[in-house]
Each structure stands twice: as structure tokens, then as C-alpha cells.
């Protein structure tokens, strides 16, 4: 595959992809390298949707093959949000700070017990061609009652990753992307691309 879209403008997410999928494209491309590219309007009910939805776009609107995901955290005492939610969770245009600023706000006063929390990724595939697959990835882990770390984006400082003791911002780029949602469901779609071979993008 010589060349694949990324449908993200966020460079935290460009720069695990481009470690994850070092050597197996020539070139990674962002929906902010697509000039005149619209934002896709994620309104699905599940992060499948979203991600099949903005591969679909960033595959027709480039006339390359695509990666899309969508991830997001699950909070058990929150009945599952901000889920779809998450990179809005404050607002559009609310950003990291101010999701996580609402994310303790609303766990405040929660016990250490109930703060159970997963993140989930689903990574969609979409190829001018007209394949298309989906891949899912999941941590389970709890939510902090205050920032720790410095590494990640979103919500890593305030995710204590499931029998690690660190939150998800306490681990370097090499270590996350053993065990995140977001590194699952990549090493699922490296699995694909050697079943089925060369991928013509």
C-alpha cells in the first residue's frame, strides 16, 4: 500500500498511527493534507458508524484507500458516557482540558470501586475498491480523581489502565500502543492486510 488516508486532524492520534503502521505504507496522509476535505459530521449512535462513515468520505473524497476510528472512553457511573461523546464531551471546540475538567466534575464524589471505565476504539478500513472492515480494540481500566502524566492526549491522565498502576499519560508512545484500544485494533488491521495481501490504494 503506497498511500493511506488517515481521516483525523488530530495530530496525537497521526503520530501513534505513524509508529503503528511504520514500514507497511509509504506515505500517511491526514484529512488536514486533503485540501478543501469537510469535516465529517459524526452523528452515529456507535463508534462503528462514526468510523465507517468518516472512512467512507476520506476514501470517495481522495480516491484512496482510508483509515477512520472512532474511540472513545466508557464510564460505567455515568450509564457509558461521553462515549460517542468524547471528543466533545464539554462542547465543539471544547478541547482536552476542558472534557476532562467535566469528566472529574461529574465523577466527584464517586468511590474508587465505582469508577470503573474502558476505552474502546473501532477502527474502519474502506478502499476504492469497495472493501471495508472494521476492528475493535478495548482497555478496561478506572478513572482518576486527578490528572497524572504528561504523555497521550484526551483522557490518558485521567485513565489508570487495568494492572499497570500507571494512567495511560504515564506511558511512553512505545508502551501504549502494546496495550491500547487504539493499538488493538491497529495490530488487527496489520493481521488483515497479510491475509489479504497487497491492498492496490
Do not use: W
Request: glycine share 12%; with cysteine.
Amino acid at each position: 500500500m503506497n498511500c493511506l488516508v488517515v481521516a483525523t486532524r488530530n495530530r496525537g492520534k497521526i503520530k501513534e498511527l505513524e509508529v503503528l503502521l511504520g514500514g507497511l505504507v509509504t506515505k500517511i496522509m491526514s484529512s488536514a493534507d486533503l485540501e478543501g476535505f469537510p469535516d465529517t459530521i459524526e452523528d452515529g449512535d456507535t463508534f462503528k458508524d462514526n468510523a465507517l462513515k468518516k472512512a467512507r468520505e476520506a476514501s470517495a473524497f481522495s480516491g484512496l484507500s482510508a483509515l477512520a476510528d472512532d474511540s472513545g472512553l466508557i464510564v460505567d457511573a455515568l450509564d457509558g458516557l461521553p462515549g460517542v461523546l468524547s471528543a466533545r464531551f464539554a462542547g465543539v471546540g471544547g478541547g482536552d482540558a476542558a472534557n476532562n475538567d467535566l469528566l472529574l466534575m461529574k465523577m466527584k464524589g464517586v468511590p474508587l470501586e465505582s469508577r470503573r471505565a474502558a476505552f474502546l476504539c473501532v477502527l474502519a478500513f474502506v478502499s476504492p475498491q469497495g472493501v471495508e472492515r472494521t476492528f475493535v480494540g478495548r482497555v478496561g481500566g478506572q478513572i482518576l480523581e486527578s490528572p497524572r502524566g504528561t504523555e497521550g492526549f484526551g483522557y490518558d491522565p485521567l485513565f489508570l489502565v487495568d494492572g499497570s498502576g500507571c494512567s495511560m499519560a504515564e506511558l511512553d508512545l512505545e508502551q501504549k500502543n502494546v496495550i491500547s484500544h487504539r493499538g488493538q485494533a491497529f495490530r488487527q488491521f496489520l493481521e488483515f492486510y497479510k491475509e489479504y495481501g497487497q491492498i492496490k490504494s
